[in-house]
């Protein structure tokens, strides 16, 4: 029987080692949501995957779905946020970023919105002005939580929200009522 190859674009949000020199991944990945994938041999000191699948990595991944779960097929390396990291400030935005991510996303849910915000801040982290870092982050914080549908829409920070990417360059801090809807949204999601 052959399985079918999904490749898609993810973002390595953590790992763990597995017998002897195998590796289980947790992927945020376009198209199939956070799933833990498996990498043969992935620890050996001649795996060419090793490189590719680090920590804060955005890769381009070739999956297959086993009857034992995901299994990491090639790799290709795009970038890693956290070594490109220009500053400390930007490494702690690129790590809060990841946490985020593995707070909220459980399962193989595709978020299609959110995949694209992460990607959009993880890349501003590396270029962006250390001033914009805390209020971008609260304000990825405040869109995941409303693409989720812990946050409603409000008319106070309905700008946060659009679709543009001018919220990565907002450096005025998010309203009160925002700061209120992060946190009723954290209490609503119970994690």
Known sequence: MAYQTYTTEA???????????????LLFTETA???FATARSAREERSKQRFALQDFAHVRVSLVKGKSGWRIGSVEPLINYYSSA?????RGTVVSTVQLLRRLLVGEDAHPEIFADTKAILAASSSADEATLPVSLETYTLRTLAHLGYVPHDAAYTDALATDGAWLTRREPLPAAAAQAIKAGFNASHL
């Open 33 to 35: 949501g956070m799933v």
């Open 86 to 90: 220009p500053s400390r400030a930007a």
């Open 11 to 25: 973002l390595v949000c953590g790992s763990y080692d597995r017998l002897t020199a195998d590796r289980t991944y």
